[in-house]
């Protein structure tokens, strides 16, 4: 029987769950631990190094990329010992790295979570990457929906299942290394509709940050010096922020009876060997008001959802930086038995749904109109709202009757406030100059949910103009398993 593999592309790190189907069981199974979404590139070689392979080249003999997640929007093109390396390679590098890790299920068709926003470019360079690496990706979920369906879907083998089964409005509090993102997401009659979501730019990542920054002041007292953590070598500030990552994880672990740990780094720059202690309580003084700002966002989002506090059923936390149970212990006192901590690991419930939806896909819905604004005033749909988004997967195609004699028709694009305020809502397509040229757009959705319109005069077959629409607004029909 097959398997089924969902990814979580992360900032910092990215999980590969495996949805196994056997006879005798069917099992989500994790692929290693969280993968770190890096890559070390040597100046000498131009050999790739990623994940944990990287992690301990932070030198000057490697390239450093801290985050592959960054690279997308990159232009990388450059040679390292007569090897050219670009942002393509590295990328098609890192998914041939994930295979390798996920060889034993021989799985060749993936489903591959992404942030609720995700620009269409940023999914057309990573399934060009993936297809590289022999990749396919089956569909792009959002990362909210895969982490909704993990603990909505009855497929057996996951220890949250169908815990979200009655609920309509959830808050899906997503808090890892590089964002926190959160969505209010309405379930009715199996679609899954987003009503608010906000981000802050401030994670894991900025924790371990200001934690190790507090750690440095604490030895340079002691030390009697009096370097900032920014004019440290490169290398002794990821030591200290890898050695800080590992007290927070030991201060927020399962066994609650830890409060506190050693931080040893034997070659601190030039402060030599370090050594020093931090308490639970000094750890949470040092980040409570990043905690405290989160919070704020999950409450924003949800006054901005008109809900408000009573109208959501459940908050859901997913996300390694969730784990912190100062954040747990404040979220409990201010929004109680509304708050549902995984019983497992929340570093993978968006992998997990992204596995499950992968065995069992839904379909991705139109969730607005796009229109044109025609010259008597009234709009014409060409994609109508609460359609299925593969119903538009072959072009189709409008005519249109021209009513002056002017050399050009210009086609003005409506249906949602972005289309509105955009300069870019025109397609000017030449025509023969006479005053009823019979004018077709040919409209279709591609496999990055892109919209494409393509513009031609009927008596012009060669002139062609062409418009695109990234932000196209998407709801999730969940499947009925």
């Not at 997503?174 to 994670?203: F, H, N, Y």
């Not at 953590?229 to 030991?250: A, C, G, L, P, R």
């Not at 901005?304 to 930086?321: A, F, N, P, Q, T």
Request: aromatic share 10%; glycine share 6%.
């Amino acid at each position: 029987m097959p398997n089924f593999i969902g990814i979580d592309f992360g900032t910092t790190r990215s999980t590969v769950a495996v949805y196994a189907c056997t006879d005798r069981e069917h099992k989500v199974k994790k692929v290693e631990r969280p993968i770190l979404s890096i890559a070390a590139i040597n100046r000498t070689s131009g050999e790739c190094y990623y994940g944990i392979d990287a992690q301990d080249k932070i030198t000057e003999d490697y390239y450093y990329i801290p985050s592959l997640k960054d690279l997308l929007d990159k232009k990388l093109y450059q040679e390292f010992g007569g090897v050219l390396v670009t942002r393509d390679s590295i990328l098609r590098g890192y998914f041939e790295y994930l295979k390798g890790l996920a060889a034993d299920f021989n799985v060749n068709e993936i489903v591959l979570a992404i942030p609720n926003d995700f620009p269409m470019k940023r999914r057309s360079v990573l399934r060009s990457a993936a297809e590289l690496a022999g990749f396919e990706i089956k569909t792009f979920v959002t990362e909210p929906v895969a982490a909704f369906f993990a603990s909505y879907s009855r497929l057996a083998g996951y220890e949250e299942s169908a815990i979200l089964r009655n609920c309509e409005n959830v808050a899906i509090f997503d808090w890892g290394g590089g964002t926190l993102d959160v969505t209010v997401m309405q379930c009715a009659s199996g679609i899954v509709k987003e009503l608010a979501k906000k981000r802050m730019d401030c994670a894991g990542n900025a924790i371990d940050e200001r934690v190790a920054q507090c750690v440095h002041h604490w030895i340079s007292e002691k030390k009697g010096k009096s370097k900032s953590f920014e004019d440290m070598t490169s290398y002794s500030q990821y030591q200290m922020k890898q050695f800080v990552e590992e007290v927070k994880i030991n201060l927020n672990g399962l066994d609650v009876s830890i409060t506190e740990d050693t931080i040893t780094i034997p070659d601190y720059d030039d402060y030599g060997i370090v050594t020093q202690e931090i308490s639970k309580k000094t750890f949470n003084e040092c980040i409570e008001y990043i905690i405290d700002a989160a919070i704020e966002i999950l409450r924003k989002t949800i006054e901005e959802s008109r809900l408000g506090v009573g109208g959501i059923d459940k908050i859901l936390l997913v996300g390694g930086s969730s784990k912190l149970h100062l954040l747990q212990e404040k979220m409990k006192a201010e929004f109680g038995d509304k708050l549902l901590i995984s019983s497992g690991d929340s570093d993978w419930g968006v992998a997990v749904g992204a596995a499950l939806l992968s065995a069992t896909p839904g379909n991705f819905m139109v969730n607005q109109d796009v229109s044109l604004r025609l010259s008597d005033g009234s709009v014409f749909r060409l994609i109508r709202n609460e359609h299925r988004v593969d119903e538009y997967s072959k072009a189709k195609e409008f005519e249109f009757g021209k009513v002056d004699s002017s050399s050009n028709a210009v086609f003005v694009f409506s249906g949602s406030t972005d289309i509105d305020e955009s300069a870019d809502k025109y397609l000017i397509v030449k025509t023969q100059a006479l005053y009823d040229d019979r004018l077709v757009l040919s409209v279709y959705i591609d496999k990055n949910m892109i919209v494409h319109v393509e513009g031609r005069c009927d008596g012009l077959p060669n002139d062609k103009s062409y418009w695109m629409y990234t932000n196209l607004s998407c709801c999730y029909q969940l499947p009925q398993d």
